[in-house]
């Protein structure tokens, strides 16, 4: 009921798509009675979380902010939504997000913008920034987000909670609506790092509907004793002199590396020769598998048709031009252009080939290092509506979260304090599957 009357008192947020209100608290109600009844009830008995809106969950619409989604019912649950069901977590609502999950300002969406909690006037980052803003706005304990090549901890860090990305493939992506396949993760925003843990611990694991999910061992991640020994963090100097880093985010920086060291942690300062190539591979390779995963909303299967259609045709092109918005049409127009026959080598070619280059790279740093400690973005959260006609500025601000999602690195941004009254995050990354050693060493900062 608290979490509820949170989302009436903040509508004007617009955090949610949908909100499930009496579905909630009659399953809340259940738990309350199964309790007092002596029955054992699951890990997530009466956590409260909200999923974003590219999360399939039987029974419930799901449109992955998007027109052509808008009536869309999902048949089955997604793995990941299945297996906080089982354990009992309550289901609150959808979340806002960028259409298809491609934006870092939640403004991409067929519902309007989600709001700042911190400032209303300003994006709460994307493309999970309904997640992000329903954890800061106190409308549920902990949300479920995807991120692609950022999503998670950028509106994280513009929000002021944490935010986890995992390794690629610790969580199954079956039910998480595809943008970028060989990048998308499912992963949480919370008020601390026990919270994510734990979500982490109840959905990690294979799937036989996921093929990218390896048999490997889920630890007892919310069990992690904090890390008391000395860690070795490496950062990269020049990044800090950039001029593209705001002067917040920098003096915000210096002083997390002070603060560590402080704490009798290694800090050492690397180059990074790639970064000019970071941003160019990630919209290379993502628009790609995007214009490839978007030919299912054809019009005819399922999702939004046309009413003006005459033939097969014409339901294609009309159904597509009206059902997707301007950013998801650019995306799935550089994608085509990438992969067609002349441009592939040139474009998608190289671009994989770089892509092995970055993860061998930072790999290799990982080899000999704990962490790799980063700013999330380089700018604070923008007005809204400022950079709406500007979407290479877009995508050139993704430049430090994309780099953990091209090597398939987990990662989580961390609150840092405010400049003035917008909130500031820094991320750590940590080497495949270290996911218990990032997050007990984050429970100890
Ligand atoms: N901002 C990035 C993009 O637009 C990342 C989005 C995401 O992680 N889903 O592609």
Same mark, same amino acid.
Request: net charge negative; aromatic share 10%; proline share 5%.
């Given at each position: 009921?608290?979490?509820?009357?949170?989302?009436?008192?903040?509508?004007?947020?617009?955090?949610?798509?949908?909100?499930?209100?009496?579905?909630?608290?009659?399953?809340?109600?259940?738990?309350?009675?199964?309790?007092?009844?002596?029955?054992?009830?699951?890990?997530?008995?009466?956590?409260?979380?909200?999923?974003?809106?590219?999360?399939?969950?039987?029974?419930?619409?799901?449109?992955?902010?998007?027109?052509?989604?808008?009536?869309?019912?999902?048949?089955?649950?997604?793995?990941?939504?299945?297996?906080?069901?089982?354990?009992?977590?309550?289901?609150?609502?959808?979340?806002?997000?960028?259409?298809?999950?491609?934006?870092?300002?939640?403004?991409?969406?067929?519902?309007?913008?989600?709001?700042?909690?911190?400032?209303?006037?300003?994006?709460?980052?994307?493309?999970?920034?309904?997640?992000?803003?329903?954890?800061?706005?106190?409308?549920?304990?902990?949300?479920?987000?995807?991120?692609?090549?950022?999503?998670?901890?950028?509106?994280?860090?513009?929000?002021?909670?944490?935010?986890?990305?995992?390794?690629?493939?610790?969580?199954?992506?079956?039910?998480?609506?595809?943008?970028?396949?060989?990048?998308?993760?499912?992963?949480?925003?919370?008020?601390?790092?026990?919270?994510?843990?734990?979500?982490?611990?109840?959905?990690?694991?294979?799937?036989?509907?996921?093929?990218? !999910?390896?048999?490997?061992?889920?630890?007892?991640?919310?069990?992690?004793?904090?890390?008391?020994?000395?860690?070795?963090?490496?950062?990269?100097?020049?990044?800090?002199?950039?001029?593209?880093?705001?002067?917040?985010?920098?003096?915000?920086?210096?002083?997390?590396?002070?603060?560590?060291?402080?704490?009798?942690?290694?800090?050492?300062? !690397?180059?990074?020769?790639?970064?000019?190539?970071?941003?160019?591979?990630?919209?290379?390779?993502?628009?790609?598998?995007?214009?490839?995963?978007?030919?299912?909303?054809?019009?005819?299967?399922?999702?939004?048709?046309?009413?003006?259609?005459?033939?097969?045709?014409?339901?294609?092109?009309?159904?597509?031009?009206?059902?997707?918005?301007?950013?998801?049409?650019?995306?799935?127009?550089?994608?085509?252009?990438?992969?067609?026959?002349?441009?592939?080598?040139?474009?998608?070619?190289?671009?994989?080939?770089?892509?092995?280059?970055?993860?061998?790279?930072?790999?290799?740093?990982?080899?000999?290092?704990?962490?790799?400690?980063?700013?999330?973005?380089?700018?604070?959260?923008?007005?809204?509506?400022?950079?709406?006609?500007?979407?290479?500025?877009?995508?050139?601000?993704?430049?430090?979260?994309?780099?953990?999602?091209?090597?398939?690195?987990?990662?989580?941004?961390?609150?840092?304090?405010?400049?003035?009254?917008?909130?500031?995050?820094?991320?750590?990354?940590?080497?495949?599957?270290?996911?218990?050693?990032?997050?007990?060493?984050?429970?100890?900062?």
């Amino acid at each position: 009921r608290q979490y509820l009357h949170a989302i009436d008192d903040q509508r004007y947020l617009n955090i949610y798509v949908e909100v499930y209100g009496d579905e909630a608290l009659a399953t809340a109600a259940r738990q309350d009675e199964a309790r007092s009844q002596g029955a054992g009830l699951g890990r997530l008995a009466g956590v409260v979380v909200s999923i974003k809106d590219v999360l399939c969950y039987a029974g419930h619409g799901v449109s992955a902010g998007s027109a052509m989604l808008e009536n869309f019912v999902s048949p089955y649950n997604a793995t990941a939504v299945q297996r906080l069901l089982d354990e009992d977590a309550i289901i609150i609502g959808r979340t806002n997000c960028d259409e298809f999950a491609m934006g870092s300002g939640n403004e991409n969406s067929h519902y309007g913008p989600t709001r700042n909690a911190a400032d209303v006037a300003r994006v709460p980052g994307g493309s999970s920034g309904g997640a992000a803003v329903s954890v800061q706005a106190g409308t549920c304990l902990v949300a479920v987000g995807s991120s692609t090549g950022g999503s998670v901890r950028q509106p994280a860090s513009f929000c002021g909670v944490y935010g986890f990305k995992p390794t690629y493939g610790r969580i199954s992506r079956h039910g998480l609506i595809a943008y970028g396949s060989s990048f998308d993760v499912v992963g949480f925003l919370g008020n601390n790092v026990e919270d994510i843990a734990l979500l982490l611990e109840v959905t990690a694991g294979a799937d036989g509907r996921d093929a990218t !999910a390896p048999n490997k061992p889920v630890l007892p991640y919310s069990k992690t004793t904090t890390e008391p020994e000395q860690q070795s963090i490496v950062y990269f100097a020049d990044l800090l002199e950039s001029d593209a880093l705001d002067p917040a985010i920098k003096k915000s920086m210096q002083e997390t590396i002070e603060r560590l060291k402080d704490r009798g942690h290694t800090l050492t300062p !690397a180059k990074f020769s790639y970064f000019d190539y970071v941003v160019p591979t990630y919209y290379v390779l993502t628009t790609a598998e995007a214009s490839s995963n978007l030919s299912r909303y054809d019009g005819m299967r399922y999702g939004y048709r046309s009413p003006e259609a005459t033939d097969l045709a014409d339901t294609y092109t009309k159904s597509r031009t009206e059902g997707f918005g301007v950013e998801v049409q650019r995306r799935i127009l550089l994608g085509t252009f990438v992969l067609s026959s002349g441009y592939y080598d040139a474009y998608y070619g190289k671009a994989q080939k770089v892509r092995r280059l970055i993860h061998d790279h930072l790999r290799g740093i990982l080899d000999a290092h704990d962490f790799i400690l980063m700013p999330v973005s380089p700018s604070l959260p923008w007005p809204v509506g400022e950079r709406l006609d500007d979407p290479v500025a877009n995508y050139l601000a993704d430049v430090y979260t994309v780099l953990a999602n091209l090597a398939g690195l987990p990662a989580i941004a961390i609150p840092a304090g405010t400049a003035g009254h917008l909130p500031v995050g820094f991320q750590l990354m940590a080497d495949q599957w270290e996911e218990s050693k990032l997050l007990s060493f984050v429970k100890g900062l």
